[in-house]
Nanobody
Framework: QVQVVESGGGLVQEGGSLRLSCTVSGRVFRIDDMNWYRQAPGKQRELVADISTGGRIDYADSVKGRFTISRDNARKTVYLQMDSLKPEDTGVYYC???????????????WGQGTQVTVSS
């Protein structure tokens, strides 16, 4: 069974920084995209940043220039460095990974339990 576990959330003042980590464990084949989503209270879940196996990276416009996504394929871990945090960055941050078979067939879309990030003004 595949497990996805996030860590690194917390309470920080506006302008501060946090670093989130997400590690995949268990029997997993090939991991392709690794993504960070967030959900603010009363809002829909949104994609914050994603990174492919080959290193292609995309960010939501709201976090460009402030957040940095990276991954360690050997450790099956993805990171999200969040700088210059704003109160509107507050929410639950979720890690999502796409698992493929060796033949390139999607095997699973796995989610973590989420980690709370709160930015105070």
């Amino acid at each position: 069974q595949v497990q996805v576990v996030e860590s690194g959330g917390g309470l920080v003042q506006e302008g501060g920084s946090l670093r989130l980590s997400c590690t995949v464990s268990g029997r997993v084949f090939r991991i392709d995209d690794m993504n960070w989503y967030r959900q603010a209270p009363g809002k829909q879940r949104e994609l914050v940043a994603d990174i492919s196996t080959g290193g292609r990276i995309d960010y939501a416009d709201s976090v460009k220039g402030r957040f940095t996504i990276s991954r360690d394929n050997a450790r099956k871990t993805v990171y999200l460095q969040m700088d210059s945090l704003k109160p509107e960055d507050t929410g639950v941050y979720y890690c999502n990974v796409e698992e493929f078979s060796d033949a390139g067939v999607l095997r699973g879309d796995h989610w973590g339990q989420g980690t709370q990030v709160t930015v105070s003004s």
